[in-house]
């Protein structure tokens, strides 16, 4: 806009780019001229506006900006702004261009009545010549916020969808943006949990795949954009919608997301890991349990594990499916498993796995396994001797041997009672270490005679159990020596001090010529001691392991 004063100086307003706060130099006009004031070379001269200053959420502005350097006015002395109000020119303020500069004037209009106020500037030149200048601008005085809301959907499912960087979790974010005169501009911000530190701007993905932030100039309402939470950690989240209208008024509207990003499945476990589905009452059935935040729909199957080179377990071929489709309650669910595959047959003793498979009903998806031991395998026991028809020694001491054996051994009895259908039995030993085709025990059946019967009795951890028996005929016993046994029965004798030695003892009923002879596992001796009219009652010899000429023997029984 062009005009020209009283004393023949002119005025210009030119084309707006911006609102700079820079503040070019007032210059005299060449030659005496009062020229326009000309910007640096190369640039776009900006219009002279009123400025609007926008404030904190949910505030009305009335504070107004008046850039005295977008007159570009030469030879100006002194500007003063008048808003009309009525008939009335409100002096706003005025700026010393000599001494000030061309600062720019700050005028609140919070105290004035809503309206448009026209807007003149009184302008003194360096000649003392004076003009007043409409500007063709006006002051608009605006007391009303404008709208802003913002809504997401009530379900708390992300939408899914497929990109070529993967899959992207979106929630859909509408609102309505709107004013009393005119909105400037609006945008959405996000902040993570219900008292966000910091807001961030919120970035949509559009239908066609590119991302924008979201925000906008001008009225709106229905769907802002998708906003894409695939990358930014957590699930409670405040949306916020800031809307400034054409004067600087700001609303903002708050929207907590709580996002279902995540399922979980907690303590996740199987009890007994150990069963065997025999049904003998014990141990049975094992129980599969876990907790869930939410419901949710699953499958639970049994599996067969493998193990790759490095030991590692992993899931094998599904066996059977016991629950399909099944809906899963929020809480505590426990499910019995009795062992069986799909076709109703208990499978065979080993290793399997039982697996859950379940989503929410926002598609979020978990998969857990257990492992879980199979054994309706009864404990091996055998009695190796005594038995029917076998030769005993002549002394009182029988050496009962025999084997235990058991992949989950718990604990075997050996017992004996007289007769060959026993009502009451004696113990001889009990024993929690399995023993394989060894020594169980040494018999002393001094003042035994006639039949008698051995039990071995073993179980294993989860309730299986065997038995074996061996009936022998006694007979007369020679009971000249009572009782004999090595203390302790595994010794080491390398000279360290320690189990160096063991003692053989022996309680001999009358006084006689004793021998003990220490035989090897084939028979053959290698070692005695001869105790001529050795004493009644107890006695015993120290043994070193070596042999009859000194020399260690070699490791064994």
Not at 135 to 141: R, T
Not at 297 to 317: H, P
Not at 400 to 411: A, E, P, Q
Not at 467 to 477: A, C, H, N
């Amino acid at each position: 806009m062009n005009g020209v004063g009283e004393s023949g100086q002119t005025y210009l307003v030119s084309k707006a780019v911006g609102t700079s706060c820079a503040s070019p130099p007032v210059q005299e006009p060449p030659d005496g001229d009062d020229e326009p004031l000309s910007g640096p070379v190369g640039t776009t001269r900006q219009e002279f506006n009123v400025l609007y200053t926008p404030k904190g959420c949910n505030t009305l502005s009335g504070e107004i900006q008046l850039p005295t350097e977008l007159l570009q006015l030469g030879a100006v002395k002194r500007i003063a702004y008048l808003m009309k109000v009525g008939s009335v020119m409100q002096l706003m303020g005025e700026v010393n261009v000599e001494v000030e500069g061309p600062r720019r004037v700050f005028f609140d209009t919070a105290a004035y009545p809503e309206g448009a106020y026209p807007l003149s500037i009184a302008v003194t030149y360096t000649d003392n010549s004076q003009k007043t200048i409409d500007l063709s601008k006006v002051v608009i005085v605006d007391h009303q916020a404008p709208t802003a809301q913002v809504s997401v959907p009530a379900s708390s499912c992300p939408v899914t969808r497929s990109t070529s960087s993967g899959q992207r979790k979106l929630i859909d974010v509408s609102g309505v943006v709107a004013d009393n005169r005119a909105v400037s501009s609006y945008k959405l911000y996000y902040g993570v949990g219900e008292a966000p530190a910091q807001w961030l701007a919120a970035v949509s993905l559009e239908d066609n795949n590119t991302t924008r932030l979201i925000e906008g100039t001008g009225p709106f309402s229905g769907r802002l954009g998708r906003w894409d939470i695939t990358d930014i950690p957590g699930s409670v989240f405040t949306l916020k919608l800031e809307v400034i209208d054409t004067v600087g008024n700001k609303s903002c509207s708050t929207t907590l997301v709580k996002v279902d990003r995540e399922f979980k499945v907690v303590g996740y476990g199987v009890v007994p890991g150990l069963f065997s589905p025999n049904n003998d009452g014990l141990l049975d059935l094992t129980k599969v349990g876990f907790n869930l935040m939410e419901p949710a729909v699953g499958d639970l199957s049994a599996y067969n594990i493998m193990k790759d080179a490095q030991g590692v377990e992993s899931l094998g071929q599904q066996l059977q499916r016991l629950k399909s489709g099944w809906t899963v309650s929020e809480g505590s669910n426990v499910f019995d498993w009795d062992g069986k595959d799909a076709a109703g047959a208990t499978l065979p003793d080993g290793k399997y796995a039982l697996a859950l498979a379940a989503a929410d009903s926002c598609g979020n998806a978990a998969a857990l396994w257990k492992p879980v031991e199979l054994d309706r395998t009864a404990p091996t026991v055998a009695i190796d001797y005594p038995l029917m028809g076998q030769p005993l020694p002549t002394g009182v001491m029988i050496e009962v041997k025999g084997s235990v054996t058991d992949l989950h051994f718990k604990s075997y009895t050996l017992e004996a009672g007289e007769g060959g259908t026993p009502t009451d039995w004696k113990m001889l030993r009990t024993a929690t270490v399995q023993d394989a085709n060894g020594f169980l025990f040494p018999w002393n059946t001094y003042g035994l005679k006639g039949l008698w019967t051995l039990k071995l009795s073993a179980e294993d951890a989860v309730g299986n159990k065997s038995v074996v028996t061996s009936t022998i005929d006694l007979g007369i016993r020679k009971d000249l020596v009572k009782s004999l046994a090595a203390t302790p029965a595994l010794f080491s004798p390398n000279s360290d001090q320690r189990l160096d030695t063991t003692s053989i003892s022996y309680d001999l009923a009358d006084v006689c010529d004793l021998k003990v002879d220490l035989l090897d596992s084939t028979g053959r001796s290698v070692k005695n001691y001869l105790l001529t009219a050795s004493p009644t009652g107890k006695g015993s010899v120290a043994w070193d392991g070596k042999n009859g000429v000194g020399e260690s023997v070699p490791d064994g029984v």
